[in-house]
């Protein structure tokens, strides 16, 4: 397969106060739901995090994953995706079947060799089926369009941010889960309770300055995920 295409480039200028549009503006946010920039821009934006990658692979967690971290874990996910399209896997450019699928997922789940795991997967020996980057792209997007949707109703406030902080909690959530209030994600309370006050400094400390603890992680993610920062307070302009 070709080398990962580009994405368009990101209009000059950004990332200022007076025009936080990271992407370009593709029209008025419909009321109660995120900003369609912040959306659309999504995949660009976690590429350089998470990867695009075309085939399957293990996670650090042993779970067979594909894309920008879609896990598709267990066997069904491999072969059925959103709105339960078939996923498009390709095997020297024809369709693969069901079985050469299930193959495959099952050589990949059973893989007991470090170097084999993440982005050493490419060249192991069977693992041949990939998707096409458009069909990569759609599963990213179907996944933080479902993301979002929770983290609206969580958290209305959120639906008011710049789009630069939402694609911040977008990218904070495609690793943790969108259920920030879970009781199991405690550890996330002093996060939560800066996304509830629109403190983005707060959510950008890490406490204590412990990098190490699970919360300190995700206020760095966030802090390394969101472009736009405008104070303690959320500036309400939306691009």
Known sequence: MAGTPAYPATPAGSTTVASPKPFGSRGAATPGRF??????????FTAPLEGRLTYAYQDKRGLVTTGAGYLIDPVDAALVGPN???????????????????TQWNLMKSNTDPSRMSVGAKDMPGNTMRLTYAAVDALT????????????????????????????ILGVTWGTGPNLRSPSASYMAPFVASVDADDFSEMVQLPHGQTS?????????????????SGRRAQTTRP
């Open 35 to 44: 900003q369609p920039s912040a959306i659309a821009a999504f995949p660009q």
């Open 84 to 102: 339960g399209v078939p996923l498009a896997w390709q095997i020297d450019g024809r369709a693969a079947t069901q079985a050469e699928i299930t």
């Open 141 to 168: 997007m179907s996944k933080v369009t479902e993301n979002a949707t929770v983290l609206g109703g969580l958290f209305p406030n959120v639906l008011n941010w710049p789009a630069d902080a939402q694609l911040g």
């Open 213 to 229: 603890t699970p919360i300190g992680r995700l206020s760095s993610s966030f802090s390394s995920r969101t472009r736009y920062v």
